[in-house]
C-alpha cells in the first residue's frame, strides 16, 4: 500500500530492513530521491509488514513505532540457540516430552500475558556501555555485561497448532532459509553446526508451536521463544516469524517487492 507519505510493504525473509528499503527504491524507481526511514525493524530471519516513512514524516517514527503490533510465529522446542532463531551457533539440546505437551504449553503460555520486564536477545542492537548488545556476543563477553530488558506488554497469546517435523525436515528448512540471508551473519559456520546436530538427529521428533501474539513496541518474540521453551524446563527459539499486523495496518495490504 502506497499513500503520500507512507508506504507498509512486505518484506521478504532473509533481508534486513535497509536491504528492503533498498529493493522497494529499485523496484520503484521515483522513491530513489526520498528520504526513507521505517519505523520497528525486523530481524533479517523475520518477514511481514514493514513501515516506510516518506521526507517529512520521519519526522513521526516515534508515534508509528509505538502503534500495538501483531504476530505469527512458530517456536521451535528442544533446540535453544545463541540467536534465539535459526540464524544462531546451537548451545543446548533437551529434548522435552511429548506426553501431555499440549496441556503444559495451554498452561505456560498464558503466563505471558500482561506487563513484565523482558530481556534483550543477546544479539540485538540495543547499546551496552557505548556498543550494539551483539558485540559483546560476538567477542564472547557477554557474560562481563548485564543484559539489559524492556518492559513490554503482551495484550493476547493464543496457540493454533502444535505439532512435530522430523531432523531431516528441521535441517531441510534451516538450510534454505539460513542461505536466504544477506549479509555477514556467520551463516557458513552456522550452517555446519545445525548440519553436524541434526545429521544426529534425522528421525529425533521436534516439536512446533505456531502462535498469535499482539504486543506493544519492543517485544521480541526471539525471547519469547527462549522464555516459553525455559518455562517448559527445556529451550525453544523463533523457527518463523510474519508480522502480520501494526496498529491498524494490516499485511494483507501491504506491497510486494520482490519480482516476480
Not at 508506504?7 to 524507481?29: D, E
Not at 526520498?34 to 519526522?59: C, F, Q, T
Request: aromatic content about 10%; overall charge positive.
Amino acid at each position: 500500500m502506497i499513500h503520500k507519505d507512507i508506504v507498509t510493504i512486505s518484506k521478504p525473509q532473509g533481508l534486513t530492513p535497509l536491504q528492503a528499503v533498498k529493493l522497494f527504491q529499485k523496484k520503484f524507481p521515483k522513491y530513489k530521491s526520498s528520504k526513507i526511514g521505517y519505523a520497528g525493524r525486523l530481524d533479517p530471519m523475520a518477514e511481514g509488514l514493514l513501515l516506510l516513512l516518506l521526507d517529512e514524516e520521519n519526522k513521526k517514527k516515534l508515534y508509528y513505532e509505538n502503534l500495538v503490533k501483531t504476530y505469527e510465529a512458530i517456536i521451535l522446542l528442544g533446540i535453544g540457540t545463541d540467536t534465539f532463531d535459526l540464524l544462531g551457533k546451537i548451545i543446548q539440546f533437551k529434548p522435552i516430552s511429548n506426553l501431555n505437551l499440549d496441556k503444559k504449553l495451554s498452561k505456560s503460555i498464558n503466563k505471558f500475558i500482561g506487563t513484565y520486564k523482558q530481556s534483550y536477545p543477546p544479539y540485538s542492537s540495543v547499546r551496552v556501555q557505548g556498543k550494539p548488545l551483539f558485540y559483546w556476543a560476538r567477542e564472547d563477553k557477554i557474560n562481563s555485561i548485564t543484559i539489559p530488558s524492556k518492559q513490554i506488554t503482551i495484550d493476547a497469546i493464543s496457540i493454533n497448532k502444535l505439532y512435530y517435523i522430523n531432523g531431516i525436515q528441521l535441517l531441510s528448512y534451516a538450510k534454505c532459509n539460513i542461505e536466504n540471508v544477506s549479509g555477514a551473519f556467520r551463516q557458513a559456520e552456522i550452517l555446519v553446526g545445525w548440519k553436524n546436530f541434526l545429521n544426529k538427529h534425522k528421525t529425533t521428533s521436534f516439536p512446533l508451536v505456531n502462535i498469535s501474539v499482539s504486543c506493544t513496541s519492543g517485544t521480541y518474540i526471539r525471547s519469547l521463544a527462549n522464555e516459553l521453551g525455559k518455562s517448559l524446563r527445556s529451550n525453544g527459539l523463533a523457527y518463523k516469524i510474519k508480522r502480520v499486523k501494526i496498529g491498524d495496518f494490516i499485511l494483507s495490504d501491504a506491497t510486494n517487492i520482490v519480482e516476480t
